[in-house]
């Protein structure tokens, strides 16, 4: 206390020895600030200020926005306390209270630049384009000389592939500063999206003699000439320039070593993939960076001779392995990948997904119970992972094997108890079984353990709507399922359900009509539609929601198949009568 004390004092001591902080032209007298401590309208802004900077060294945020809001009554006009007031409001998670603040100061001074880019810097992801635009362009009128504001607007612009407009900025940006390197930079861009390849060149040509050391513009240069065809030197010359300012540049030496490859340069490109190969071992960024440029980027064939060169350098690798079989599935290699996916060691940290990619690409060819088996040998070995176990599982769910699906399961929550994953789907399980009581019993455990698990809830009163039980608790449970995931299909379907169950059947048809929308017609969600109709005596309508139905089933559906045929061959004779 006594050293936040002689902080204070300290303080205080530098400002009436000249400190003139907020442009405040003199400070009140020593005989106001002594007799007047406890009356705070005697107290000045300054006072208030710096009083909130002891709370935040003392790391006592609240009192400290007391403080700046006191100050901002004293000095509403003050764009520091404004600033330093909204950090402090976004730092205890008050974003309200931070935008309300920034508003009020630009609705107070509409002209003042700072005001306009901080509501900006705090809206711009809630802000429509047009309304964004606008207050960029205000405040680029008002300070037509700040960088931030064209580059923020320009990139507006090229988000949205308004080229025209982008293309107008820039080049008055360029008019500006003429020596500003980021200027030519963004109009080379937009000729480039504009496909202007020779006069997007010049400007990037215009960056590199502005700030030489930049690899940025290089590699849009080499973009540019790959495009157009032109002459291969020019794009080894650039890669090679960024190697000089970065020897260590992934992206250059790997874009090299393709490049290479592609040109029939093949011993060069082999030797330059081996050494790269090399360097996987002692290098995550390279690998990150390959996977990024050629595989995020889809740029799959690319990737696939990118992996597999560097393979070469070390065949067993288990990280190189799993990345080639990466770009093998990418361009949809399927056999070719699980083959490199294979040779991944179970020391690998990815070694789990390897499995279940193995496992996805074998049922992808076709080869079920290859997929099983592979599958029922992983789980063997690694009896105790979660996610083999309701993998593996699910296999013997859809062979209708589900009493090995049931023990299974139950060994899993054996090991996790309280794994709602786990307890979620032996509840499926067990109610396709026709061991429905089981079923609603491990919906129960999953509510107990999360009582905001949407889909346990929902499942639990779905099942009593669907049996016509316990009609006011299923209503509860799918009512709050529906206020956590309101957008859910599903879910909504449920609560159309449940009314329809309890003979409301304009309320049926309202939700039963908004869950059709979510879930794009889906087949069971349209009949329970077609049935909410029928009994609002909307014959039309019901019959066409059948029919479409009946259009969206899946060949295996043919349970629900024959029931919308019977549905509509009734409805017909019933409207024709």
């Known amino acids: 206390m006594k050293n936040c004390y002689t902080l204070f004092v300290f303080i205080l001591s530098l400002f009436a020895a000249g400190c003139t902080l907020l442009n405040q032209q003199s400070m009140e007298s020593q005989s106001i600030q002594e007799n007047s401590l406890n009356k705070e309208e005697h107290l000045s802004a300054n006072y208030f200020f710096l009083e ?51 508003e009020n100061f630009v609705q107070q001074k509409p002209a003042n630049v700072d005001g306009l880019l901080l509501l900006i810097q705090l809206k711009q992801n809630s802000m429509d384009e047009k309304e964004l635009v606008a207050v960029l362009n205000k405040a680029l009128l008002l300070d037509p000389a700040n960088k931030e504001t064209f580059l923020r607007l320009g990139k507006i612009y090229m988000e949205k592939e308004n080229y025209t407009q982008a293309l107008v900025l820039f080049k008055k940006m360029v008019k500006q500063f003429p020596d500003y390197y980021v200027s030519w930079f963004y109009l080379g861009e937009v000729y480039l999206a504009q496909k202007q390849y020779k006069t997007a060149e010049q400007q990037f040509l215009k960056t590199i003699e502005l700030e030489p050391d930049l690899v940025q513009p290089r590699f849009q240069l080499i973009k540019i000439y790959s495009l157009m065809n032109l002459d291969k030197n020019k794009i080894l010359k650039n890669y090679e320039q960024i190697l000089e300012i970065e020897p260590d540049n992934y992206r250059a ?30 290098g995550s960024r ?6 990024d440029e050629y595989i995020t980027s889809k740029k799959y064939q690319d990737a696939v001779i990118i992996f597999s060169q560097m393979l070469k350098a070390d065949p067993d690798d288990s990280t190189l392995n799993f990345f080639t079989a990466m770009a093998f599935e990418s361009i949809k290699d399927f056999k070719k990948a699980i083959w490199h996916y294979l040779k991944v060691e179970p020391d690998y940290s990815q070694y789990k997904k390897t499995i279940l990619s193995i496992t996805f690409l074998y049922k992808e060819l076709g080869k079920e ?14 009896p105790k992972d979660i996610d083999i176990i309701v993998y593996l599982a699910s296999f013997y769910e859809k062979n209708k094997q589900y009493e090995q699906a049931i023990t299974l399961l139950k060994d899993g929550l054996e090991e996790s108890p309280e794994n709602t994953s786990l ?42 709507a669907d ?60 009949d329970h539609l077609g049935d909410a109709y029928h009994k609002a005596d909307q014959f039309d309508k019901a019959l066409s929601t059948y029919k479409k139905a009946l259009s969206n089933a899946k060949e295996e559906d043919k349970k629900i198949v024959l029931q919308l045929e019977k549905k509509i061959d009734a409805l017909l004779k019933r409207i024709n009568e």
């Open 52 to 102: 909130s900077r002891i709370h935040i060294k003392n790391s006592n945020f609240n009192k400290a926005i007391e403080s700046l809001e006191k100050a901002l009554l004293k000095d509403p006009d003050s764009f520091i306390l404004t600033q330093d007031l909204t950090g402090l409001y976004l730092k205890q998670n008050m974003r309200i209270q931070a935008v309300n603040l920034v």
């Open 286 to 291: 390279l690998i990150m960076v390959a996977v």
């Open 467 to 526: 049996q016509g039980i316990l009609l006011d608790k299923a209503l509860e449970l799918i009512k709050k399922a529906n206020a956590i995931k309101p957008d859910d299909g599903y879910i909504t379907d449920s609560l159309g359900w449940v009314y329809y169950k309890m003979g409301n059947f304009k309320k049926a048809v309202k939700i039963l009509e908004k869950a059709a929308e979510l879930s794009s017609f889906e087949t069971v969600i349209s």
């Open 253 to 282: 030496r790997l874009g090299m070593g393709l490049h290479y490859y592609k040109n029939h340069m093949k011993k060069k490109a082999a030797n330059l993939f081996m050494e790269l190969g090399r360097e996987v071992e002692r």
């Open 369 to 382: 119970k290859t997929a099983m088996a592979y599958l029922e040998r992983k789980h063997e070995e690694i």
């Open 423 to 464: 307890l979620f789907r032996l509840g499926a399980v067990l109610d396709k079984a026709g061991l429905k009581k089981e079923s609603l019993n491990s919906m129960k455990k999953i509510i107990e353990i999360d009582p905001d698990d949407a889909s346990a809830l929902n499942y639990l009163g779905y099942s009593y």
